[in-house]
């Protein structure tokens, strides 16, 4: 074989390596959505409490993680937005990436099992991609948001 047909065969099989690779990173996980759930009985009656107390965090499904607790009104819009169509059950912006597992590589997150958490995108105005902002669900109501691509997290009160 000729060096130049070894040189073309290298880049042939580079180049299928690295599209097997692009579509393969996503099948780890499902790209189906959860089943919506709605959020309309238990969070009103905590949100018609009236008062703050110490007590309240505690009632906010993740605040046991140690990570700071916020409200969804004080997160950028588009994370309300993003909330409401979790809500909803979709349709997502990016199909192909929203409520697919979240896998905590990062294990900034409570440890869990594999396919525990499922991740959204947090459209970014002005961005060529899916930018850095994301929500993660949890199976016990948990809502985290991540502005940095998960260096950092925030647990997520909705009913604030």
């Not at 390596?17 to 393969?24: K, P, R, S, T």
């Not at 902002?133 to 260096?151: K, N, P």
């Amino acid at each position: 074989m000729t060096p130049a047909r070894r040189l073309t065969v290298a880049l042939v099989g580079l180049i299928a390596l690295v599209v097997i690779g692009y579509f393969a990173k996503d099948l780890g996980g499902s790209t189906e959505p959860p089943p919506p759930t709605s959020t309309t009985g238990s969070t009103k009656a905590a949100a018609g409490s009236g008062t703050a107390s110490a007590a309240k965090p505690a009632q906010v499904p993740g605040a046991a993680s140690g990570l700071p607790v916020k409200g969804l009104t004080s997160l950028p819009g588009e994370a309300k937005a993003t909330w409401e169509l979790i809500e909803r059950g979709g349709p997502f912006p990016y199909p192909r990436n929203d409520g697919v597992t979240f896998q905590n590589r990062e294990k900034r997150l409570p440890a869990k099992s594999g396919d525990y958490y499922r991740e959204y995108t947090v459209p970014t105005p002005g961005s060529d991609d899916r930018g850095a902002r994301r929500l993660v669900t949890g199976r016990e109501r948990e809502v985290y948001y991540t502005g940095d691509h998960y260096e950092s997290f925030v647990v997520v009160d909705v009913t604030k």
